[in-house]
């Protein structure tokens, strides 16, 4: 697998008038072509703005961002975060694409469905107002739209929420990107469509060959299709591990007390979420200690108060596997089961 997407030192911070919002600290990451990489974390650590940044969506004028993000397209490799916007915007849509949850803040109300995917082609081919339809119709058959020279000609307002979504995969995968970020794209879905629209989102992704970052909260979907997993908490990644390494011998407390939330179905009768206590801290004068520290069921094992008074660094635990965290990995082991 080649290398298709470099994240170094990257932060994102948002000026305002109670401070700044530090958002993304430091992240470091690498995404390879084929790869699926999942981001979980709970609402608010950082998950959307982390890839907006790497889409050169945010405001510039209002957004403070640093560090590099290297995309390894197939006519090069760019910085994207020093590159001119216009450079960035020849990118998009191109190179890198991104869906979101909502499909309608990508799809316009007032044009067909076709005629705006015609148009995510447009944007970076020469051609026909009619080879733009004909790929249109291409890609919604491909994304498994029945009837799709038909429906391609009907308005977003025609289709349902499963159909709408299929419908963004077509337009964001229009130019075949080798990268694709996908930001909570099931969540609005019933379970059905959810499992379809991710089993279809695979199979493109095997079809192009695509790097794919998938932002979920969902860790029965990140068990099912990812092959690398950032946990991020408090604008930080708190560990990375491949998905196995994570769910069987996670080395962050944080990451604990996520798979615990977890439902399970044999555990259907005394059902008790073990929810994470506590909330995050603000983003605004993050604390020079571990962020976790105040939530922290295990904090106490380290010595001398450390995790009050320092801030731990992304180490290494095992192979392919970093944690944030003071407790040493065969505490931790302990404390796991
Ligand atoms: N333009 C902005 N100005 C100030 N703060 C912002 C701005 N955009 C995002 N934030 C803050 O940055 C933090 C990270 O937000 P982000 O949207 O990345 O969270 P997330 O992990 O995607 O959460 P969710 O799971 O709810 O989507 C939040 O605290 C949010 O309030
Ligand atoms: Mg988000």
């Excluded at 190179?95 to 109300?109: G, T």
Aim: with cysteine; net charge negative; charged share 20%.
């Amino acid at each position: 697998m080649s290398n298709l997407l470099d994240v170094k030192g990257l932060n994102v911070t948002f000026p305002t008038v109670d401070g700044e919002v530090r958002a993304s600290v430091d992240l470091n990451f690498e995404l390879n072509r084929g790869e699926t990489l999942a981001i979980v974390g709970e609402s608010g650590s950082g998950k959307s703005v982390s890839s907006l940044a790497i889409m050169g969506l945010h405001n510039r004028a209002q957004t403070l961002i640093s560090g590099e993000v290297i995309l390894h397209g197939s006519k090069g490799s760019t910085e994207l975060i020093s590159a001119s916007e216009e450079t960035v915007r020849g990118l998009r849509g191109k190179e890198m694409a991104m869906i979101f949850q909502d499909p309608m803040s990508s799809l316009h109300p007032y044009y067909s469905i076709g005629a705006q995917i015609s148009e995510a082609w447009a944007i970076h081919n020469d051609g026909s107002k009619r080879d733009g339809m004909k790929r249109a119709i291409q890609m919604l058959d491909l994304v498994e739209i029945p009837s799709a020279a038909k429906r391609a000609h009907e308005f977003p307002h025609q289709f349902s929420g499963g159909m709408r979504q299929r419908a963004m995969i077509a337009m964001a995968l229009v130019n075949n990107p080798s990268l694709l970020i996908a930001d909570e794209p099931t969540t609005a879905l019933d379970v059905t469509v959810q499992a379809q629209v991710l089993q279809l989102l695979q199979n493109m992704q095997k079809e192009f060959n695509m790097g794919v970052i998938l932002i979920t909260h969902d860790l029965g979907v990140v068990a099912e299709f990812a092959d690398r997993v950032n946990v991020m908490y408090a604008g930080k990644i708190v560990e990375t591990a491949g998905v196995e390494d994570l769910y069987y011998r996670s080395m962050h407390p944080y990451t604990i007390g996520l798979l615990r939330s977890i439902p399970r179905v044999d555990q259907i009768d005394n059902h008790r979420l073990d929810a994470i206590k506590g909330a995050p801290p603000s983003l605004i004068n993050l604390p020079i200690a571990c962020s976790f520290a105040p939530r922290c069921e295990y904090s106490s094992l380290v010595p001398g108060g450390l995790c009050n008074q320092s801030q731990p660094e992304l180490e290494q635990k095992e192979a392919e596997h970093f944690a944030r965290c003071f407790l040493p990995a065969e505490r931790i082991a302990e404390v796991r089961s």
